[in-house]
């Protein structure tokens, strides 16, 4: 079984030119967790992971302290928000390189990248680089053990 055969194919994406602000309203309003960004002719440029939105709230000192079970509550930290300034920046400057697979790659190759870059979620392209498809640990995971029916 191929990676498009079990990828959505229905994808929310958003176009590189859009800002942090626009990306959070499309978190918010499609319920994602990872968002591809793309170019004027459908080809993946980066993704976006609501974890990268969340960074911009975090206090610095999360990435410096191996064990928060000490920490109870941020305080006034909880009510803070990101400048109008950040929000408005592109998207660029918040997007990471995605990890992709073609829509030709195995079901095991897409999942061994999934868990070696620990990703949730992963877009597929086609041989030309245009996203065509998302796939999660749970699409590719049930499409392999679903093949298990047939073992006798």
């Known amino acids: 079984m191929k990676i498009r055969d079990c990828m959505k194919r229905n994808v929310v994406s958003i176009p590189e030119t859009s800002t942090i602000r626009k990306a959070a309203a499309v978190f918010v309003k499609h319920h994602v967790g990872l968002l591809p960004v793309i170019d004027q ?11 990268d939105l969340l960074s911009l709230e975090l ?19 909880e009510t803070t928000r990101p400048s109008a300034e950040v929000l408005d920046q592109s998207i660029t400057t918040l997007m990471k390189p995605p990890i992709t697979v073609f829509e030709e790659s195995g079901l095991l190759r897409a999942y061994a990248l999934m868990l070696q870059h620990n990703l949730h979620d992963m877009p597929v392209v086609s041989a030309d680089g245009k996203l065509v498809g998302m796939a999660s640990r749970v699409d590719i995971g049930t499409a392999i053990v679903s093949a298990w029916a047939k073992v006798e």
């Open 59 to 77: 206090p610095d000192f999360v990435n410096f302290v191996a064990d928060l079970d000490f920490v109870h509550d941020f305080g006034a930290v």
């Open 41 to 51: 002719n459908n080809r993946l440029v980066g993704v976006m992971g609501l974890r």
